[in-house]
């Protein structure tokens, strides 16, 4: 099946600084999506990029699916960054099969 | 509010004690499935629903069983759990490929079996 890394496994910051946070996969897939896991378990969808760039505030994200690698970057951080960062993706020919990585566990602290 | 329920939130259980935890959505979506987490591990798919009566399996489909017989429904069974079945589930839905939609999860349920 689908490989999906994500690194780096953890990562400290302090608050204000950017981080990049990257997702590799092994094979084609139909799309990509990125999850932040808040400290209380809920799982937020940030977005939905299966190619190009995309923006929301502070994160932006950039799939290169050719080169089957997604990023994600979180500039100016705030402790409420801090969660697990998940990759997400989907292969077949459908909405069907999802991989996800094991997530990038990111700490912010003022 | 748009949203996707899971009942209950927490469930201790014994081995071998049939139980289902409940998955709602409210925004008409095609797409559910069913992933379970644990440390270390992410999340793993168990199963997923195109649409109604329309169940396949993901990564992780042993000793879990789903039915689909209404659109907003997509309950996940454990016909007789086992320690190892210990874990935090999740229910997520969208709205399908075609759509280009983001998956939407619910709170998800803490279940440990003794």
């Known amino acids: 099946g689908i490989q999906v890394e994500q690194s780096p496994p953890d990562l400290i910051l302090q608050e204000g600084a950017n981080s990049t946070l990257r997702c590799n996969f092994s094979?084609?897939?139909?799309?990509l999506q990125w999850f932040h896991q808040n400290p209380w378990g809920q799982l937020i969808n940030l977005f939905y990029?299966?190619?190009g760039t995309k923006q929301n505030g502070r994160l932006s994200a950039t799939t290169v699916a050719t080169e089957r690698y997604s990023l994600l970057y979180i500039s100016s951080s705030q402790t409420t960054d801090s969660g697990v960062y998940f990759c997400?993706?989907?292969?077949?020919?459908?909405?069907?099969?999802?991989?996800f990585g094991i997530g990038t566990k990111l700490q912010v602290i003022p | 509010e748009a949203q996707v329920t899971q009942n209950p939130r927490y469930l201790i259980t014994v081995t071998g004690k049939k139980l289902t935890v409940t998955c709602s959505q409210n925004?008409?979506?095609?797409?559910m499935s069913w992933y379970r987490q644990d440390p270390g591990l992410g999340l793993r798919q168990i199963y997923y629903?195109?649409?109604?009566?329309?169940?396949d399996k993901g990564d992780v489909p042993e000793g879990y069983k789903v039915s689909r017989k209404e659109k907003r429904n997509f309950p996940l069974i454990l016909e007789s759990p086992s320690p190892n079945q210990t874990s935090l589930y999740f229910c997520?839905?969208?709205?399908?490929?075609?759509?280009?939609?983001?998956?939407?999860f619910g709170n998800g349920t803490r279940l440990t079996v003794t």
């Open positions: 997520a839905s969208s709205l399908g490929r075609v759509y280009n939609s983001p998956l939407h």
């Open positions: 094979d084609s897939v139909n799309n």
């Open positions: 990029i299966p190619s």
């Open positions: 997400a993706v989907e292969r077949g020919g459908g909405y069907q099969k999802v991989t």
């Open positions: 925004m008409n979506h095609e797409y």
């Open positions: 629903s195109m649409n109604v009566e329309v169940t």
